[in-house]
């Protein structure tokens, strides 16, 4: 039988145990219920200002169109500065853009362009608060926590959208609608005091410059395209979030138009969203269990193709309410299981990076599916949008099928040290470059399929460090001699590689080097491009047979 101390390491709940985790999502959940009643509330008001479905729809739009722009630069800076400093900086941000808003509000100044202005400022304090948000999760928990962690960061979000929505509801019916922005502008103050207590642990530390900005930008844009997990986690998440968005840009419409209510109602859905999503987030570790990633992600897929046929169809509040639920639920299910198989296929060196680029995909197909069905909306109806999108949906499901998310410890990203310090013959200079780096192989006639099948493998792990050519020739004079080479951009991002270099990459490489000749080490050669300005000569040459 479990003991207690197993139950607790097991639970959904574990990361409470964690002091750090449990303030600072105690703060967001705070921030967020002010977030929540925000958006309700510039929702609400752009339907007063400007009742069309496209300028609502522009509401999202805005919301969502600066991460999109902006959340790749965000990440790079989050790998690059202190996480912690930088979200204080910018909660600070968003908490003043939201007072002059507010102010404005009460003033009687906003039009329908003033408040889509104000919304994209705070989507572009968004975007650079969410990657640095994400990235810092595994250093509140331990990685046997992560998912649940992850789970849980889904649970405070959906208990503010139960709580935000409906109370701002509540508020803008009895005081008016200026207050929910002055209250979310107060309610940034719970995460900048919580981030401001949290002490992070000490990065460790390396004798290498830091990267340049443009250099990591372009390094994490590498790394997504060379890892076949994070290709596939971005290509589910089009798959669903360019649908299911319709479910949200048309929601206010639904409110007020379809079903003739007032806010109230409208926080009344989001609040049912909510709270679905909380009891769905409560199923999830036994869901888990159970059903594989892909069967979570096609089941959520197809809950909320069956909201949206609801929604179309059925013109009466309760069933909408009855139908939100199942879409918080079906919602919760989905994002969960997208953001767990891209944390696990990052490695923290690049974490932010990744996660920014998860965030791009997510917010670019929100935004662009807000333009899209509104725009449908607007020439043949919210219920026939609904109805195509719910087909989309579906459809997309199905095309996407084959690729498989990332759900356990499949992949270990830890540093695993087994590159040594490449030997050269003179003092280089970190920025001289580029690096050519060629492994000579010997192997058995017979084997070459299985080792050009096992080396390109091996050919993603180089390119996910950094190496933007990669080649592998066959020796016609010698069989079985083969030679592969790498390029990379500078001498420092060959360092990098070596620090960087995973027990993930571990294992790839072994599996090549099975096919090596008994006692015949490869021999490893590291080639600058000549400098003009030296005397001596440039190359520089390793045989020692260790694979670098």
Known sequence: MATDEERKSSSGWAPFHHIAFAVLWTATVISNIGTWMHDVASGWLMTSLAPSPLMVALVQAATSAPIFLFALAAGALADLTSRRKLLIVVTILLSCNTLVLASLVFAGKVTPWVLLLFTFLNGTGAAFVAPAWQAIVPQLVPREHLQSAIALNGVGINISRAIGPALAGAIIAAIGIAWPYLINAVSFLAVIAALLWWKPPTPTASDLPAERFWSAMRAGLRYTRASRAMRSTLIRAIAFFLFVSAFWALLPLVARQELNGGPQLYGFILGAVGIGAVGGAMLLPKLTKRFSAEHLVALG?????????????????????????????????????????????????????????????????????????????????????????????????????RFKLLSGDELNHSPSGYWPQPLVADEIALDRGPVMVTVEYQIAPRDTAAFVEAIRVLKASRERHGAYAWGLFEDVAIPGRMLEYFIEESWVAHLRHHQRTSVLDNEIQQRVLKYQKPDTPPIVTHMLAPDPARQAPADTTCGDGTLR
Do not use: E, Y
């Open 301 to 401: 897929t197809l809950g909320t193709a069956l909201v949206l046929v609801v929604l179309a169809l059925v013109k009466r509040p309760d069933a909408v309410i009855a139908a939100s639920l199942l879409a918080g639920a079906c919602w919760i299910t989905v994002l969960s299981r997208l953001n767990v198989s891209a944390q696990l296929a990052l490695p923290d060196w690049v974490r932010a990076r990744g996660l920014s680029i998860f965030i791009t995909i997510f917010f670019g197909a929100m935004t662009l599916g807000s333009i899209l069905w509104g725009q449908v909306a607007s020439h043949l109806g919210i219920p026939i949008a609904q109805l195509i999108a719910a087909a989309g949906a579906v459809l997309a499901a199905l095309l996407s099928w």
